[in-house]
């Protein structure tokens, strides 16, 4: 399997905030809420993980809930590639 790294991941949120005119802030604290970053979002940019790594992400939407920064959302794609 083709891991991404974090930086990687963070490389294609940007893209998919791009796309909507929006921008990723430098810092993981940031709140997704206040970037516009929405579960739909989260999909798209889980999509493009599994088209980077040719792998099908496996996760559950209870696991979702807890992702509130844009480091959650890194630490949980790097995670679920490792599952």
Known sequence: MNEL???QIRDLMAQVL????KE???HDAAQLREIGFRSL???ELALRVED?????LNFDAPGLRR???VGDVL???V???RQ
Do not use: C, H, Y
């Open 52 to 56: 980077e790594t040719g792998e099908e």
């Open 5 to 7: 790294s974090r930086a």
């Open 24 to 26: 990723l802030p430098a």
């Open 75 to 77: 630490d949980f794609l």
């Open 41 to 43: 979002d989260f999909s």
């Open 79 to 81: 995670e679920l590639q």
């Open 67 to 69: 992702i509130a920064t």
């Open 18 to 21: 791009k796309n909507q005119d």
